[in-house]
Every structure is written in structure tokens, then in C-alpha cells.
């Protein structure tokens, strides 16, 4: 139980074992970008309100902006940068694809955020309906699109990954 | 060179147990150490330079401060519990809905999945979910310190914005809440301009029902509305032993701000506030009536 300032952390990032010195103060975020050069996630607000920052750790969307990355040691942890399989642009993930298609984004911003926050809730079973989506996308804010398109698009990525794992019948 | 943004550098503890937790919290007490658990709420107001605490002792990972446990009459939930936990726990939608129901209300599900029910109490942010829940359900704290332990009541812990009665050195461990009667009508009602944004006006309502509508053991939490959470007495006076009318809805929640001075700020006015509160508390208790099986005849309060 010692007192530091500086630490060693290890985690585990879109599968990869990494390794990361940083202050005790240093945000998730800003380790993810600064040390581990994954800029896709962004810092917006700083305050957990925009959403641009979220981010799976451990299996659930979180505002990377609002954990300390010494808090993330031993974790797992998903950016955007691992929803893509390879580098190749062409094996988007679901998700991403179902963006694209729907024209869900235009400066592109809040787009890690929409992204992370929709994957992490269709792995929860998200209802392919437009108020079920509307309100569990509420954390991640928008400027550009006005949030129809983006509406449309995870409405179309859940309902297909329904059709490949359809949820199992309550008993 | 330390710039003046992010937070404020600060040692980093991570303890394994309470007790442990306890020891750091009175070793460093010199330099402000506090509590990190899910930390929504205290990094924001790190980043802000709001709070400058020297050492923050993580709690997060405390075996003994996770998990709960349901008996006959009351729930105990370890502090590090995260919002989302209990939210999703099927058990607590069957035992307590009240618990389910304001748990939904705090924030967004990415706060939720990190956000603690021990840290948002033991934050007591005035508009804020958690505390006013405790408050209006009489429930309590298990506290730890280098005393030793104790419990807490709500009515005793929260004290004012951002300030409880926790002495230095004591963290909490645990919350306990009733489980309500078949006969207790409940309710939460909240306004706020987003989705997700802290209340501009809350209220939440307990009431009992006997067999000849009487209203018997009122509560109601006002919360958003001034310094922290705070039982609305006058309007709880109006319906204790009344029987039961929409009527005396009707005065009750005239009444809703007469214990509290209730201020405005950019978000909303007092006026605003004190006019959604009406409404919002007409509202909850008709709910929690009807959950009760009895329909009233349904008119929005103009003011």
C-alpha cells in the first residue's frame, strides 16, 4: 500500500497485452491517446456528459474520460480502433457498416462514442426500436446530423444482430 | 511544470480491504484523502479543481464492499456496488421497484456502469437520485472508521450540499433500505431538460393505504430544488390520516415547497421549480395510489 504519483500499468487494448507509465491523475483517455497513440477515442466534455469518450471496459460501455487509468490495470478494454477486423477498411464491423450505410455521421467527432455506446448495447440485446434506441444512446451527443440518421442505423444493426442471435424466450 | 487543468496531481492507494481503506483515509488525512469508488462524480469535480484531494483511496475493488443481500424486511447493498448492478438485478425489481425505478434516473448507462450507490450517497449532490431515495425510504448507512463501526440514518447523514456527517477516517460499507408493504404506494417523479441530466425538480413518495383509504406514514423527498434532499413536512401533514380524495391531493402537493427555500439557477428559475414541483408531486401521488389499485379522477394542477 504505497503512495505514488508515477505508475506502471498493465491492461489489455482491443486484445493486445499493453503497457503504460502514467500519473495516478492521467484519465483513461488520455492514456489510451497519448501513450498508447489511440486517438480514435476522443475527449470532449471531460465530464462525462458529450459521450465522445466511451469506451467497453470489461464488457460495458464507460466514459474513459472519468476513469483514471491506473483504475483500468489488469482490465480489458475495447476502443474503436478494435471494432474493425485487421486493418483492412473493408471488414468494418457491423456496427460501423450500419453507420456508414445510414449516413450517421459528418465531422465524424462523436463518432467513436456513438459507436462503442450502440456495440456495448446491442451486446446487451438492444431492442431494434426507435424509442428503445433513442433512449439508450441519450449519453452520446451530436452536433452535426441531428441524430435520425444515427437513430436509423443502430435500429438496423440491432435488429441484424438479432436475426443472427435471436434473444432466448423468457421462461 | 504542472498546468492548472485535469486534476490536481494526488497520491493513488488502491486497498483491498475496508479496513485497510480506513487506515490510509487517517494516515493521510493531513493532505485531504478521500474515497475514489466509481469516481462519476468526484473526478468531475477533480477536473474542475473543485476537489483537491491529496491521496485518493480506491475502494473500487473491495471484496466486503460489493455485493448484497435481501431479508424479509430490508435489502443491504455493499457501497462499491455499481448503479447499473442494481438496476439490471431482477431481485430488486421484484422486492423493492422503488430501488429499480430511481436507479434508472441517475444519468446515463455509461455513468451507471462505473457510478456507486455508496459513492453517490456519501456525495450527497443535492439534485441527485441516490441520498433523496435514502432519505425518503428511511433508510441508512453501515459506516467504517478508526472508531469503528456504526449506521447511520438518512435523516443524520446528509446535512447539506456535498456534506455529510462522516467523520474523518470513515468510509461507507453498506446501504440499508426497507422493503416496503403490499399496502405502501410508492413513486418517483423527476424533471430535467436532457435526458440524463441532473434534476431540476424531483420528488420521491411513499405512502400506506389502509382499508378505508386512509393515507397513513407519508414521505416525500423533494430533491433538485435547494441545498440537498429534504421531506416536504407540510405537504406529509396534509395527508396523514386524511382520507383519501383528489382533493386532498391537490392540497397536499400545494404544499410541497413549504419546507424548503428553494432557489434557481441558470437552469431554471425558483418559480419554474416551485410550479414543476406541484405538479410532479400531484403526479406521484396519484401514481403511487393507483399502484395501489385506486383510480382518482385525473386533472393536471394549474397554477
Redesign the interface.
Known amino acids: 500500500?504505497?503512495?505514488?504519483?508515477h505508475?506502471q500499468i498493465d491492461l489489455r487494448v482491443n486484445g493486445r497485452d499493453e503497457h503504460a507509465v502514467v500519473?495516478?491523475?492521467t484519465?483513461l483517455a488520455?492514456a489510451l491517446r497519448h501513450d498508447l497513440g489511440l486517438t480514435g477515442t476522443h475527449v470532449g466534455c471531460?465530464?462525462?456528459?458529450c459521450?465522445s469518450c466511451?469506451v467497453i471496459v470489461d464488457g460495458?460501455?464507460?466514459?474513459s474520460?472519468?476513469?483514471?487509468a491506473?483504475?483500468a490495470e489488469g482490465c480489458d478494454v475495447r476502443t474503436v480502433e478494435g471494432l474493425a477486423s485487421g486493418s483492412d477498411p473493408e471488414n468494418l464491423h457491423p456496427v460501423q457498416a450500419a453507420l456508414w450505410e445510414r449516413h450517421g455521421l459528418q465531422c465524424g467527432f462523436c463518432t467513436p462514442g456513438v459507436l462503442m455506446?450502440a456495440v456495448a448495447?446491442i451486446d446487451e440485446g438492444l431492442e431494434p426500436e426507435r424509442e428503445a434506441v433513442r433512449?439508450?444512446m441519450?449519453?452520446v451527443l451530436c452536433r452535426c446530423t441531428g441524430y435520425q440518421s444515427i437513430i436509423d442505423a443502430i435500429v438496423d444493426a440491432a435488429e441484424m444482430a438479432r436475426q443472427q442471435s435471436p434473444p432466448k424466450a423468457m421462461d | 511544470m504542472v498546468r492548472p487543468v485535469k486534476p490536481a496531481p494526488f497520491g493513488y492507494i488502491r486497498v483491498a480491504t475496508a479496513e485497510q481503506a480506513v487506515g490510509a483515509l487517517v494516515e493521510h488525512a493531513d493532505v485531504d484523502a478521500r474515497v475514489i469508488s466509481g469516481g462519476q462524480s468526484l473526478l468531475p469535480m477533480m477536473g474542475l479543481r473543485l476537489s483537491v484531494p491529496g491521496v485518493l483511496v480506491d475502494v473500487s475493488r473491495v471484496e466486503s464492499l460489493r455485493g448484497w443481500s435481501l431479508a424479509h424486511d430490508h435489502v443491504r447493498i455493499g457501497a462499491a456496488v455499481r448503479a447499473r448492478e442494481i438496476e439490471l438485478a431482477t431481485e430488486f425489481g421484484d422486492a423493492l421497484p422503488l430501488l429499480t425505478a430511481t436507479v434508472g434516473w441517475v444519468s446515463h448507462p455509461e455513468i451507471r456502469n462505473r457510478g456507486t450507490i455508496g459513492g453517490s450517497i456519501a456525495h450527497a449532490d443535492p439534485a441527485a437520485e441516490l441520498p433523496a431515495l435514502l432519505l425518503a425510504m428511511d433508510g441508512a448507512v453501515e459506516v467504517l472508521g478508526p472508531q469503528g463501526a456504526r449506521t447511520i440514518s438518512a435523516e443524520r447523514l446528509l446535512i447539506g450540499p456535498y456534506a455529510t456527517s462522516l467523520e474523518e477516517g470513515e468510509l461507507i460499507t453498506a446501504i440499508r433500505l426497507p422493503v416496503l408493504g403490499p399496502w405502501t404506494g410508492w413513486a418517483i417523479e423527476e424533471v430535467a431538460r436532457r435526458n440524463g441530466d441532473f434534476a431540476l425538480v424531483g420528488v420521491i413518495v411513499l405512502v400506506d393505504l389502509d382499508g378505508r383509504s386512509v393515507c397513513t406514514n407519508p414521505r416525500i423527498v423533494l430533491f433538485g430544488v435547494g441545498g440537498q434532499a429534504v421531506r416536504a413536512r407540510a405537504a406529509e401533514a396534509a395527508l396523514e390520516g386524511q382520507l383519501l380524495t383528489s382533493e386532498l391531493l391537490e392540497t397536499a402537493a400545494a404544499l410541497v415547497t413549504s419546507d424548503v427555500e428553494v432557489s434557481g439557477d441558470i437552469h431554471g428559475s425558483a418559480d419554474y421549480r416551485e410550479r414543476v414541483a406541484v405538479t410532479l408531486l400531484d403526479r406521484a401521488l396519484r401514481s403511487a395510489v393507483e399502484r395501489l389499485g385506486h383510480r382518482l379522477p385525473h386533472q393536471e394542477i394549474v397554477s
Open positions: 500500500m504505497t503512495l505514488q504519483e505508475l500519473e495516478s491523475r484519465s488520455d471531460e465530464q462525462g456528459v459521450g466511451t460495458t460501455a464507460v466514459r474520460c472519468l476513469i483514471l491506473v483504475q455506446a448495447a433512449e439508450r441519450s449519453g
